[in-house]
């Protein structure tokens, strides 16, 4: 594949809208689209693991317009219209990451959520999760990721019960579900 791992996002990035069952209604730019009426749109969200079975948290830039400094998933993102998930997942892995991802699977098809940060910004999101393995290493992009670290998954279960306010709320629920599961 002939990514770009320093590529910045494309200002022009259009997000799937979804009516309450789910099904596509129509695009809106990235950009306009979270606020305080955020309206319903597709995502997805993905847990990276290394050859260890470790996990890749990331730690969400302080610019980021939504829970800024916060910790959460490995990484998280929009398909565009007609894009399937494995190929957005591989593009904002590229794009935020720098790295090659393999092994995508979905494991929670129908996780969805409505959140609010402290700013009152919106996440409003049908949301499925996958799991990927590193393919290579981690050249995390500052703008998008402020830090990293790769967690045993007992270890994120941990951290979570003792103080699911440091990461995000999407990732509390996520992995309560991927853990109930087991």
Not at 107 to 135: H, K, M, Q, W
Not at 137 to 150: C, I, L, S, T
């Amino acid at each position: 594949m002939d990514e770009t791992p320093d590529a910045p996002e494309d200002a022009t990035e259009l997000v799937v809208l979804l009516d309450d069952a789910g099904a596509p209604v129509g695009t809106a730019p990235k950009a306009t689209v979270h606020g305080a009426d955020t309206p319903l749109h597709l995502a997805f969200s993905c847990f990276i693991h290394d050859g260890a079975g470790r996990v890749l948290l990331t730690r969400r830039a302080l610019a980021k317009r939504t829970w800024p400094g916060v910790w959460t998933n490995s990484v998280c993102g929009h398909p565009g219209p007609g894009e399937d998930f494995a190929a957005a997942i591989v593009r904002r892995c590229a794009d935020e990451l720098g790295c090659l991802v393999t092994e995508i699977t979905e494991v929670l098809p129908d996780f969805r959520y409505r959140a609010i940060d402290a700013s009152g910004t919106v996440e409003n999101e049908v949301c499925p999760v996958f799991t990927a393995r590193l393919d290579g290493d981690v050249r995390a992009r500052a703008e998008e990721v402020m830090d990293f670290a790769w967690l045993e998954p007992a270890a994120l279960t941990r951290a979570l019960e003792a103080a699911p306010f440091a990461f995000s709320p999407w990732l509390v629920l996520e992995w309560a579900q991927l853990a109930a599961g087991e």
